[in-house]
């Protein structure tokens, strides 16, 4: 059964973080979709840090009506405080863990997760101080423990470190979609090491 992932693009996402995940799952015959936060009845270019410009698939109103196996929150700034601010993305984050989906953030987007309380007795990564645990309230923050990983899976949350750490983290989500084997042939493909 193909899988479907659900990545969400905020305006100052990071390219790599994105772009790398887009491409690595689609390699992986796992269907993306693609959704900005523009409330605009038509769909606009959500433009990144450094101005790649990327059309989503679908309004993320329309993306609370679906099921989805997998979300992505591509980091970068202010991309990761444009997501966190927006409560439809609460939402589905909410809605993905009550259904037991993989819910994972790279970069800056952890704190999005910390904000929605996820990572409680949780291990996570993010990049180098970009979650200030002291702007959370002590109940979110309880048992969680960053460790300095590429990549840390805790029960159904994946997170990644930054733009270097993309394309294992992309091969981590793969795995766990598919299996360890279509990772490693993906990571072949590209003359990137195995993880597996």
């Known amino acids: ?45 959500v433009t990144a840090s450094r101005g790649t410009k990327i059309l989503p698939d679908i309004s993320i109103d329309t993306a609370l009506t679906q099921s989805f196996d997998l979300l992505v929150l591509p980091g970068g700034l202010p991309g990761a405080d444009n997501l966190n601010k927006d409560k439809r993305v609460h939402q589905i984050i909410e809605k993905m863990n009550k259904e037991g989906k993989y819910i994972s953030a790279i970069c800056a987007a952890p704190r999005v997760l910390m904000e929605a309380n996820l990572l409680s007795n949780k291990t996570y990564t993010c990049y180098p101080d970009s979650v200030d ?6 109940v979110q923050t309880k048992g969680s423990l960053r460790i300095d990983k590429n990549v840390t899976l805790c029960n159904n949350v994946v997170t990644s470190k930054g733009p270097g750490t993309a394309i294992e983290f992309a091969l981590t989500l793969i795995s766990l979609l598919t299996d360890k084997l279509t990772a490693n042939n993906i990571a072949d493909g590209l003359l990137h090491p195995r993880l597996f």
């Open 133 to 138: 645990l002291k702007k959370y309230k002590k």
């Open 1 to 45: 059964m193909n899988k479907n992932v659900l990545i969400i693009l905020a305006e100052g996402f990071e390219e790599l973080e994105a772009v790398t995940v887009i491409d690595l799952l689609r390699r992986a015959d796992i269907t993306v979709t693609i959704v900005s936060l523009d409330n605009s009845t038509q769909l606009n270019p």
